[in-house]
């Protein structure tokens, strides 16, 4: 069935360090792939999204490539700052699905020390 | 548009009561998803509903657990009777279907605890 992996966290990182959380995904047909962002005491909130193959979505300095050859959608942002301290889920739509069912990672925690 | 609004915030209640827990989703948007998220399972899909209709139940633990969709712009989740191990932190979110690549909108949450 279609499902999202993400890497395991806790990450933990320097402000202004580069940050890489990877997610893989398994899927038939073409799902639109999201990053979500979860701060603390707060719901879940879209960060990006992509909706085919190549495409590249961005906001807030935080970038993923659908990347259909290596079933990859990593997040990536060259400079993180303490207020990027959250949750952050990856995830996939379900085409097979019969309304707009979404596939969630389990979830990478990830905290920035001044 | 003030987004998807979850009631109450915060609940506490103790064991054996009936715990409701109320979401309002988007206007316009006509699908509908409930989920728990505990530290331990994480983000878990209870059910959702597809122009107010239940599509999939199969996340929803057991008989404690059921859910309704009366109309377009309220949706409840009841438990009863409540349990310790339902306490959670439980999320309502909507989108508009066929329209799946614009994802979720989801509500703050119901932080649920059951003594």
């Known amino acids: 069935g279609n499902s999202v992996t993400q890497m395991e966290g806790p990450v933990t990182l320097s402000e202004e360090a580069f940050l890489t959380i990877n997610c893989t995904y398994t899927?038939?047909?073409?799902?639109?792939l999201f990053w979500y962002v979860q701060y603390p005491g707060e719901g879940l909130q879209l960060l990006l999204k992509?909706?085919?193959?190549?495409d590249k979505g961005s906001n807030k300095g935080f970038e993923a490539t659908y990347r259909k050859e290596t079933t990859s959608f990593h997040l990536e942002k060259g400079s993180v700052q303490v207020s990027d301290s959250a949750v952050y889920f990856c995830?996939?739509?379900?085409?097979?699905?019969?309304?707009?069912?979404?596939?969630f990672g389990s979830g990478t925690r990830l905290s920035i020390r001044p | 548009d003030a987004g998807v609004i979850q009631s109450p915030r915060h609940e506490v209640t103790e064991m054996g009561q009936e715990v409701t827990l109320r979401c309002k989703p988007i206007?316009?948007?006509?699908?509908l998803f409930w989920y728990r998220q505990t530290m331990m399972r994480g983000l878990e899909l209870l059910i959702y509903f597809n122009n107010n209709v239940p599509i999939d139940d199969s996340g929803m633990p057991e008989d404690r657990f059921s859910a309704k969709m009366p109309n377009a712009s309220f949706s409840t989740l009841k438990i009863q009777p409540s349990e310790p191990r339902d306490s959670a932190v439980y999320f309502c979110a909507s989108s508009l279907a066929r329209r799946q690549f614009y994802g979720y909108t989801f509500g703050s949450g119901t932080r649920l605890t059951v003594v």
């Open positions: 899927a038939t047909g073409y799902p639109s």
């Open positions: 992509a909706t085919k193959a190549d």
């Open positions: 206007s316009g948007h006509n699908s």
């Open positions: 995830a996939l739509s379900d085409p097979g699905s019969s309304a707009s069912k979404i596939i």
